[in-house]
């Protein structure tokens, strides 16, 4: 599938992407899998996920200018990340998408294009 702009831009550039953060981490704290990995105060959390998704889709280099190269499967390595893990945090993306009523063939390629990310991260089997 291609798109002639960038996922920041089709997601609906800072405003989309800050909707799609603000639907996508409730979503996350409510999972009983992976909401015990995620601290009660959540607000530097999803500020910093706002800024990896701009970079990571296609917008300003938000991360990068704040907190140098992403990283983050370094970031990630003390939290025991699973494959389960790794799922359970690709179906709170793709219901949050689904909460913004992104559209279908858009959905299915976001969440794809995370979910190598979202793999990379696993370090216990």
């Known amino acids: 599938m291609k798109f ?5 831009v089709l997601l ?4 989309g992407v800050r909707r799609l ?7 996350v ?9 995620f601290p009660e105060d959540i607000n530097p959390v999803m500020e910093k996920q706002y800024m990896f998704l701009s970079q990571f889709f296609g917008g300003p280099a938000l991360f990068s200018e704040a907190y140098g190269h992403p990283m983050m499967r370094a970031r990630h390595m003390g939290f025991e990340i699973t494959d389960e893990k ?14 913004l009523e992104i ?6 390629f976001v969440v ?11 370090n216990t089997h």
């Open 103 to 108: 559209e279908d063939e858009l959905r299915v």
């Open 12 to 15: 609906g550039e800072a405003d």
């Open 4 to 8: 002639d702009q960038s996922l920041y």
């Open 112 to 122: 794809d294009r995370l979910s190598g990310p979202a793999h990379h991260f696993v």
């Open 21 to 27: 953060v603000e639907a996508f981490y409730p979503k």
């Open 86 to 99: 790794a799922d359970a945090w690709l179906a709170c993306m793709n219901e949050a998408l689904k909460e």
């Open 29 to 37: 704290q409510r999972d009983p899998l992976i909401g015990p990995l």
